[in-house]
């Protein structure tokens, strides 16, 4: 069965820093969405992004947060200057319409020192 | 706004015995429900979605849950436990994106945990 597949596994950076995180979402799905979760709370909506562009973000996702979809496989989640409460799970989604089920990957830990 | 409140952080049984999961949702429209399970260090696998069709929704796994409106619940059970299913569930209600796609909003999980 397809999956969406995310890398690095476990990303550590410097406060600060930026950081790309990568995910591939299924081949014919075409929204795509980011989530985190911080260790030991609820899963937490991010962003999502249909037909290039954001269609919703979530307060959280502030000036810091960018995505982008390169090219016609990729789609990354861009954290201009990472905090230390950026430290996180976060998980790439994506869904063949907009009413069906989020598939998701197995998650980038993020931890920033 | 919508959201769902998982009863109970933790659950434990007996490997054979009944699971029962608890999640309660608040929705201004009529919701879809889901169910999520997380394995350790993996990612979110969808168990099961309720969309106004059956209220009684079979799953992967042998889990199922029942849509009650008049209790506001998405329940989640199992007859007999498994070693296998001891990880974290989650239940989601999901909104539609004016902008496409859809947001799902998730309660703060229960972890199930199976013993000998």
């Known amino acids: 069965e397809p999956e969406v597949t995310q890398t690095p596994s476990h990303q550590v950076t410097q406060m600060g820093q930026e950081v790309i995180l990568r995910c591939v979402p299924i081949s014919n799905h075409l929204y795509f969405y980011w989530y985190r979760q911080i260790l030991g709370q609820k899963v937490e909506f991010l962003v999502s992004?249909?037909?290039?562009?954001?269609?919703?973000k979530s307060e959280i996702f502030d000036d810091q947060f960018s995505v982008e979809r390169p090219d016609g496989s990729n789609f990354t989640l861009k954290i201009r200057s990472t905090k230390l409460e950026d430290s996180a799970m976060y998980f790439c989604a994506s869904s063949v319409n907009g009413d069906s089920p989020l598939h998701f990957g197995n998650g980038t830990r993020l931890t920033v020192t | 706004a919508q959201s769902v409140t998982q009863l109970g952080s933790h659950v434990s049984v007996s490997e054979g015995a009944l699971v029962l999961l608890r999640c309660n949702y608040s929705?201004?429209?009529?919701?879809?429900l889901f169910w999520y399970v997380q394995y350790p260090n993996q990612g979110l696998q969808l168990l099961l979605k309720y969309t106004s069709a059956a209220t009684l929704v079979k799953g992967i796994n042998g889990f199922e849950a029942e849509f009650k409106k008049s209790e506001t619940s998405f329940h989640l059970t199992k007859p007999s436990a498994h070693m296998s299913d001891a990880a974290e569930y989650f239940c989601a209600v999901s909104a539609s994106l004016t902008g496409g796609g859809n947001k799902l909003t998730f309660g703060t999980g229960t972890q199930l945990k199976v013993e000998l």
């Open positions: 929705s201004s429209v009529p919701p879809y």
């Open positions: 992004f249909y037909n290039n562009e954001i269609s919703e």
